[in-house]
């Protein structure tokens, strides 16, 4: 028989039986050129990252980053540091607890929120973190994040309300200036700022809210209402002209949402809701999202406890992203390690869970701090209506001739499971050509013969450009 097209650019998709589907993408994401091209669709590599600075140990993993007249500031451990643009460190002051903090910004100052704790507010020029200590901070109840819109800082507080600082001025507060969100008698969980509209989000609704000026309390109920609450309140996150959140509504699930319109619309897959519905109710608060652009990809990424699903919201497909862990000599993956991203100097910067490093992320790295990535695709069941097949002739299209000094003969490789996923075996390596083998074809051979069906796996880990761009095989 001819060689057949045989699809690779599905994305992530792994069902609960993985016999339906063992799709995983990790470390890949799918690329739609926009003219004719040699393929349709392509797997290009997701980016690496370069060491700028650190801030130090273990204890010292990131909480949280943020922009602020061009700079890039970072809460790592129980500091607040400033990011320069030779890329030194300035360390501007304590910041207390161990979670994630909330940040939110005017142009003159810098709100840090920690979560039921203290708020804190930087001043540059003199270089000034004040701690808030106005006791009408919390006559509402603890406050827990933040937002900025119109002037004010806007906290949500634990007694279902939600509070605004003086215009301008992130210390002072007034007792009096609170509203609540009344449509639903819900919990009160995170405020969210969208195209100057100020949304009060609870834990199975949201409800809109404007300044409409004049004295008192600024902002009243503006009329739209949403039959959707966050489950997560640091999923809340910008996404290419809209805004995604985990949650769900009155005795729903929870799922990842798209604001559109003035509604919601699902965006998570079946096989992402099904990763959602295992976490316990305080892993899913815990859950925690990023985006960027780059080279004409818009990603948000939704980081969960050991994984974290990455969708490119302008090709629609979800991917995952993880790190790569040594221990006792053998790589593994393990959850992404990036725990924020922030645009700064021109380039794509992260911070760390696991230590102080702070990085340039980027397409043109191909390693984590040094660290091979480990990319893995895996196929679709194939089947021949459950009868058996021989698999004669594969062939991975790639970009060849991506060898380099560091990696003369970089290898791909290739093994198959008969049992729907659960099981791989007979591991064969392919070269992706060495440096200048640009017509070099990766080709595998007498695959085997398979009872009911067949799911292949690719996995790159050599630290070379990453391209996969078409897969076709001979199937008997």
Same mark, same amino acid.
């Given at each position: 028989?001819?060689?057949?097209?045989?699809?690779?650019?599905?994305?992530?998709?792994?069902?609960?039986?993985?016999?339906?589907?063992?799709?995983?993408?990790?470390?890949?994401?799918?690329?739609?050129?926009?003219?004719?091209?040699?393929?349709?669709?392509?797997?290009?590599?997701?980016?690496?990252?370069?060491?700028?600075?650190?801030?130090?140990?273990?204890?010292?993993?990131?909480?949280?980053?943020?922009?602020?007249?061009?700079?890039?500031?970072?809460?790592?451990?129980?500091? @607040?540091?400033? @990011?320069?643009?030779?890329?030194?460190?300035?360390?501007?002051?304590?910041?207390?607890?161990?979670?994630?903090?909330?940040?939110?910004?005017?142009?003159? *100052?810098?709100?840090?929120?920690?979560?039921?704790?203290?708020?804190?507010?930087?001043?540059?020029?003199?270089?000034?973190?004040?701690?808030?200590?106005?006791?009408?901070?919390?006559?509402?109840?603890?406050?827990?994040?933040?937002?900025?819109?119109?002037?004010?800082?806007?906290?949500?507080?634990?007694?279902?309300?939600?509070?605004?600082?003086?215009?301008?001025?992130?210390?002072?507060?007034?007792?009096?200036?609170?509203?609540?969100?009344?449509?639903?008698?819900?919990?009160?969980?995170?405020?969210?700022?969208?195209?100057?509209?100020?949304?009060?989000?609870?834990?199975?609704?949201?409800?809109?809210? *404007?300044?409409?000026?004049?004295?008192?309390?600024?902002?009243?109920?503006?009329?739209?209402?949403?039959?959707?609450?966050?489950?997560?309140?640091?999923?809340?996150?910008?996404?290419?002209?809209?805004?995604?959140?985990?949650?769900?509504?009155?005795?729903?699930?929870?799922?990842?949402?798209?604001?559109?319109?003035?509604?919601? *619309?699902?965006?998570?897959?079946?096989?992402?809701?099904?990763?959602?519905?295992?976490?316990?109710?305080?892993?899913?608060?815990?859950?925690?999202?990023?985006?960027?652009?780059?080279?004409?990809?818009?990603?948000?990424?939704?980081?969960?406890?050991?994984?974290?699903?990455?969708?490119?919201?302008?090709?629609?497909?979800?991917?995952?992203?993880?790190?790569?862990?040594?221990?006792?000599?053998?790589?593994?993956?393990?959850?992404?390690?990036?725990?924020?991203?922030?645009?700064?100097?021109?380039?794509?910067?992260?911070?760390?869970?696991?230590?102080?490093?702070?990085?340039?992320?980027?397409?043109?790295?191909?390693?984590?701090?040094?660290?091979?990535?480990?990319?893995?695709?895996?196929?679709?069941?194939?089947?021949?209506?459950?009868?058996?097949?021989?698999?004669?002739?594969?062939?991975?299209?790639?970009?060849?001739?991506?060898?380099?000094?560091?990696?003369?003969?970089? *290898?791909?490789?290739?093994?198959?499971?008969?049992?729907?996923?659960?099981?791989?075996?007979?591991?064969?390596?392919?070269?992706?050509?060495?440096?200048?083998?640009?017509?070099?074809?990766?080709?595998?051979?007498?695959?085997?013969?398979?009872?009911?069906?067949?799911?292949?796996?690719?996995?790159?880990?050599?630290?070379?450009?990453?391209?996969?761009?078409?897969?076709?095989?001979?199937?008997?």
């Amino acid at each position: 028989m001819a060689d057949t097209p045989l699809p690779i650019t599905n994305g992530f998709y792994v069902s609960d039986s993985l016999p339906i589907s063992a799709q995983e993408c990790v470390n890949w994401y799918v690329n739609v050129p926009q003219a004719p091209a040699l393929a349709a669709e392509t797997l290009f590599g997701t980016p690496g990252i370069n060491q700028l600075a650190t801030t130090g140990t273990v204890k010292q993993g990131n909480r949280g980053s943020w922009s602020l007249k061009g700079k890039a500031y970072f809460v790592n451990g129980n500091a @607040l540091y400033r @990011l320069n643009a030779d890329f030194t460190l300035d360390t501007l002051g304590t910041i207390s607890g161990t979670g994630r903090v909330s940040l939110a910004d005017n142009g003159t *100052q810098l709100f840090i929120m920690v979560p039921g704790g203290s708020g804190y507010i930087f001043t540059d020029a003199p270089d000034t973190l004040t701690t808030i200590t106005d006791l009408d901070f919390t006559a509402n109840g603890a406050p827990q994040y933040v937002v900025f819109i119109d002037g004010y800082f806007v906290l949500t507080t634990d007694s279902k309300k939600f509070i605004t600082s003086a215009l301008n001025n992130g210390l002072a507060y007034d007792a009096l200036d609170f509203g609540t969100a009344e449509a639903n008698p819900d919990d009160t969980v995170a405020p969210w700022v969208f195209k100057n509209q100020l949304y009060i989000t609870g834990s199975i609704t949201t409800e809109a809210f *404007q300044n409409t000026g004049g004295s008192g309390f600024p902002f009243t109920r503006a009329g739209l209402y949403l039959s959707k609450g966050v489950s997560a309140p640091l999923s809340l996150v910008d996404a290419n002209d809209t805004f995604m959140f985990i949650g769900a509504g009155q005795n729903e699930s929870p799922a990842i949402w798209s604001f559109v319109g003035n509604t919601v *619309q699902k965006t998570s897959t079946t096989a992402i809701d099904n990763l959602l519905q295992d976490l316990t109710d305080d892993e899913l608060s815990q859950v925690f999202a990023w985006s960027y652009a780059e080279k004409g990809a818009y990603f948000v990424g939704f980081t969960l406890p050991s994984t974290c699903v990455v969708i490119d919201t302008i090709t629609g497909r979800w991917h995952e992203r993880k790190s790569t862990q040594t221990i006792n000599g053998v790589n593994s993956l393990t959850r992404f390690r990036v725990n924020s991203v922030v645009n700064a100097y021109g380039k794509i910067i992260v911070a760390d869970s696991i230590d102080g490093r702070i990085g340039e992320m980027s397409r043109e790295f191909y390693t984590e701090y040094g660290a091979n990535i480990i990319r893995r695709v895996t196929t679709q069941p194939f089947i021949n209506n459950m009868n058996s097949f021989k698999v004669a002739r594969l062939e991975l299209t790639v970009e060849s001739g991506v060898g380099n000094t560091a990696v003369v003969d970089p *290898q791909m490789m290739l093994d198959i499971s008969s049992d729907g996923g659960k099981t791989f075996k007979d591991e064969r390596h392919r070269s992706l050509g060495k440096i200048g083998e640009y017509n070099h074809r990766a080709i595998w051979r007498r695959n085997g013969r398979y009872p009911r069906m067949a799911v292949l796996r690719f996995t790159l880990s050599d630290a070379v450009k990453p391209v996969i761009i078409s897969l076709v095989g001979d199937v008997l």
